[in-house]
């Protein structure tokens, strides 16, 4: 499982290091291998490993090149959608339309999703946050079955 905030940079070349932990995680389920793609909702990019990927490609694929909403959402997401091999010592080139694309300066923040990392500027980060824990504490939980499901 991808979990956890780690905070890692970016170096002058556009590569940042996978951290240690998720590497051997990485080379499982991917092979060594992320695609990259952009959120189409947030400034941030979505990693996913090789075998994750291929399960998002296969639902983007069932999406209709006619229909304007559905076309557009596959041109964003297959459109900028990356193949990032990791190197020997854990880094991965971030192409830079994409880094461009979510702002990403040298301090970014890498989140686990479970089935992939978001990757954030450290500051849209924060701002982020933020705003999640705001939304989150006047959440009504008894309104949604699956928020009311995780009895926290």
């Known amino acids: 499982m991808l979990r956890g905030t780690t905070a890692i940079n970016l170096d002058a070349k556009g590569r940042l290091t996978m951290p240690v932990g998720y590497r051997e995680l990485v080379c499982e389920q991917g092979i060594g291998k992320l695609v990259v793609t952009i959120d189409i909702k947030r400034s941030c990019l979505m990693l996913y490993p090789l075998n994750q990927w ?15 909403g559905e076309a557009a959402i596959k041109r964003l997401i297959l459109g900028n959608a990356n193949d990032c091999d990791m190197d020997k010592s854990g880094r991965i080139l971030l192409p830079a339309p994409l880094r461009n694309h979510a702002r990403l300066e040298k301090k970014l923040m890498l989140i686990g999703q479970v089935n992939k990392f978001e990757l954030w500027d450290e500051s849209l980060w924060q701002a982020q946050m933020i705003d999640d824990l705001a ?4 959440l009504d939980f008894s309104t949604s079955p699956r928020l009311k499901e995780l009895a926290l």
């Open 135 to 138: 939304l989150a504490q006047n």
């Open 54 to 68: 291929q399960l998002i490609e296969q639902k983007l694929m069932a999406l209709s090149d006619f229909e304007p």
